[in-house]
């Protein structure tokens, strides 16, 4: 694994070379095929993963047996941070959505890192801090909003995530399928199909195949958020 490559990671981002090879000397780089489990809900596990290359989706087993996703994660999000505290119960599955390549650091190598580089728990935290905004106005959003509303709020998620700003248009690209989305949103596909037709409609976005563009990034958070 190219040094280089982990200039691109946020969470290493501001970090200068010295210890961007402290991290390459101790992390692991793995490949994993579409469709595999990296992560078992109930597993034991002491590591922080990084997202390479590729897209997981974090998941959890509905009673009636249906797969409940909670997030997906693309190249340069990271998951696994209880990592920090040692060996902890996963409470979520984490899934590959296409083939992918991991960066793992184990929790003794990650205390070691973090003492030479602090500016990577500054990351983790401001991170989180992000995360935990968006999860708030996600639950809020799926207590107080019709269906509609709810798609626009995941739609809003993918665009923090997943979306390319421009000019106050948000491309993603490399948008979920709508049995995730609505398994995300937690309602029928068939649901989704026809909320995001409104949405078309109302002009707030425009949607070609795996690729949705929200026309007035500002405009749908203001009305949606």
């Known amino acids: 694994m190219e040094v280089i490559a982990l200039k691109s990671v946020p969470l290493f981002s501001d ?14 780089r793995q490949f ?12 034991l596990d002491s590591r922080l993963f990084v997202v390479l290359k590729g897209r997981v989706k974090e998941t959890g087993i509905c009673e009636d047996g249906r797969e409940a996703i909670f997030s997906f994660y693309t190249e340069g999000d990271f998951f696994g ?16 959505c296409e083939d992918s390549y991991i960066l793992s650091l184990h929790h003794e190598n990650l205390q070691s890192i973090l003492k030479k ?4 728990f500054i990351n983790l935290l401001k991170e989180l801090t992000q995360r935990l905004r968006r999860k708030g106005e996600h639950i ?6 019709d269906a509609t509303g709810k798609l626009a709020s995941t739609l809003l998620q ?3 995530n997943l979306g390319d700003l421009n000019r106050g248009l948000v491309e993603i690209t490399r948008l979920p399928a709508q049995k995730d989305i609505a398994s995300m949103v937690g309602t029928s596909r068939e649901t989704i199909s026809r909320s995001m037709r409104l949405l078309i409609e109302k002009g707030f976005i425009s949607k070609d ?5 929200i026309r007035d990034y500002a405009n749908f958070r203001a009305s949606f958020a």
């Not at 809020?140 to 909003?145: P, T």
């Open 209 to 213: 195949r795996g690729r949705l563009v």
């Open 15 to 28: 970090l200068p070379d010295v210890e961007l090879q402290t991290i390459h000397a101790h992390s692991c």
């Open 140 to 145: 809020k959003s799926l207590v107080f909003q």
């Open 117 to 120: 580089c602090p500016g990577i």
């Open 32 to 43: 994993h095929k579409k469709n595999t489990m990296i992560l078992f809900e109930e597993q």
């Open 81 to 96: 941070e209880m990592a920090i505290f040692g060996d902890q119960v996963r409470t979520t599955n984490i899934v590959t």
């Open 158 to 160: 993918f665009a923090d």
